[in-house]
Structures are given as C-alpha cells and as structure tokens.
C-alpha cells in the first residue's frame, strides 16, 4: 500500500506543504484514508458471513480509498472458517488470520491489529453490536480532536442503546468500570464496547506491549495508549445487545483481577 509523505518545509521550499504538528496530523487524516478492519471470531459460523456482507456494503459507499477485513479465528470448533472461506477466495481485501488454538479475544484483537496494513484499524465484536456505520463517528472526532485512538461508548449517551444487555449483566459493567477508575485512573466511561479505532502508529507503539489475551485487554490496551501519551477520544455511538455473548459469569470476575495485573505491570515498568 503506497503511503502520503509527510512534507516538512526546507529552505527554498515555501511552496510545499507542511504537515507537522496535530494541524499536519489533521490534514494528512483528511488525505489518507485507509481502513483496516479486525472482526475477532470463535465460533461465530452463524453471523459472520451476515457480518462480513454489511462491512463490505459499508466500504463501498464509503470515502476510504484503500480497505481491508481482517477475519481471526481463535481457534473455532465449528464452520467458522469454511463460512468465511469463500469472501477471502472472491476478494484480495479479505484476509483469515488464525490463532494457534483458542487464546482468547485479546489474543486475537493484538494479532489482528499487528498484522493489519491500514493506516487506520478498527477492531469490533463479530455480531456488529456496534453498527459499523458509527466508524463515521470516530473518524470524526479524531478529525475534529487531532487524536490518535478513537473508542465507541455506550455510557455518554445511553438513548443510543437501542436494545440493553440484561439488568444484571449492565450493572455489573458500570461497578468493572468504577473499580477500573479506582484501580487505574483511567477517567473513560466506557472501556469494554468493542469498537476501537487506532491509527497505525498507536496500533504499533500499544498492541506489542499488551499482555492480556482474554476479556480484560481493553483497559490495558487503553492504559498504554494513555501512558505512550496518545490522546482518546470517547464517542458515544449507537449499540444494541446481542444474545450469544461469550462473556461468562467466571471470565467476567476474571476481568477485575486483570486490573491489578496492569497496575502491577506498569510498577515494573512493562509499558515503556
């Protein structure tokens, strides 16, 4: 994929463009626009190929000059990858990416992200919970704020949820996150919707340092970014739950002790 220079001015040179500084980094997000997008997948036979077609329909009508679709599969134990199988054999922008056995969605979203060629990547949950229009949203705000990371929420404005996660299972969302603000300090509302947007050098400095495999790596991915010095912007976007969730009552409570396990890491230095 070729790449947009990035002009710096040099003597005799007052015609050219200059494009340093977050004004330059604006600019060369309005010129560059090439998305990558990372679907991490277990078991996912009977919604993917759905997923995969409204991601295709969106790209089409959209402004990106370059996109691609990146498929990981941790591991599947049912027709996961023979229903996907025939996009990647029609179209050189859809790629299968496999995991060594099941290592779990962190492990996926670090192996997606690394291996993605847009100057953008998105990650998001296979079942499109997130409409993958609302990437409009993120592009935006990364335009309008000069950021780098650009993250989905479902906190800022809750009118957007058209359909809720159970009672329990949301409660318990918003006590995960006061104990993240507690035990991190991170000051987001909403760490877990899974629907990320980096640009590719935030994708390269954070995803190699990330150490968590499974449901907990989204706090730490966005506590690197934040410590590397990357400015997120949250957006609130629209989200509906979906039944088939992979996120068990044990993976859940697993979460919070992933917590101290960041905290732990960056007292020894891990995210430098």
């Not at 997923?51 to 591991?75: H, M, N, P």
């Not at 909403?190 to 449901?215: I, N, V, W, Y």
Request: hydrophobic share 40%; net charge positive; aromatic share 10%.
């Amino acid at each position: 994929m070729a790449r947009l220079p990035y002009y710096r001015r040099r003597p005799g040179s007052e015609g050219r463009l200059r494009t340093s500084g977050i004004m330059g980094f604006r600019l060369r997000t309005l010129l560059i626009r090439s998305i990558s997008i990372v679907v991490p997948a277990y078991n996912e036979q009977a919604r993917l190929p759905e997923t995969i077609r409204r991601i295709q329909e969106y790209l089409a009508k959209s402004a990106w000059t370059f996109w691609e679709i990146l498929i990981v599969d941790d591991g599947s134990t049912d027709g996961t990858l023979q229903s996907v199988a025939p996009f990647a054999e029609t179209s050189s922008n859809i790629r299968i990416l496999r995991n060594p056995g099941n290592r779990g969605k962190g492990y996926s979203v670090r192996h997606g992200m690394t291996e993605a060629r847009g100057e953008w990547r998105l990650f998001t949950d296979a079942d499109l919970s997130a409409p993958i229009e609302e990437l409009e949203k993120l592009w935006d705000a990364t335009v309008r704020e000069g950021s780098r990371v650009a993250i989905g929420s479902r906190a800022l404005d809750r009118s957007l949820i058209g359909v809720h996660q159970p009672g329990m299972r949301e409660t318990a969302g918003k006590f995960f996150n006061a104990v993240m603000r507690a035990v991190i300090g991170l000051q987001i509302a909403d760490t877990q919707c899974g629907f990320k947007l980096f640009h590719g050098s935030a994708s390269m400095a954070t995803f190699p340092l990330q150490t968590q495999e499974r449901f907990g790596f989204d706090v730490e991915i966005l506590f690197i970014a934040k410590k590397l010095g990357f400015r997120i912007s949250e957006v609130p976007v629209r989200w509906n739950h979906v039944e088939g969730s992979k996120v068990g009552m044990l993976t859940g409570l697993h979460a919070f002790t992933e917590l101290l396990q960041v905290r732990w890491n960056d007292l020894r230095g891990k995210y430098r």
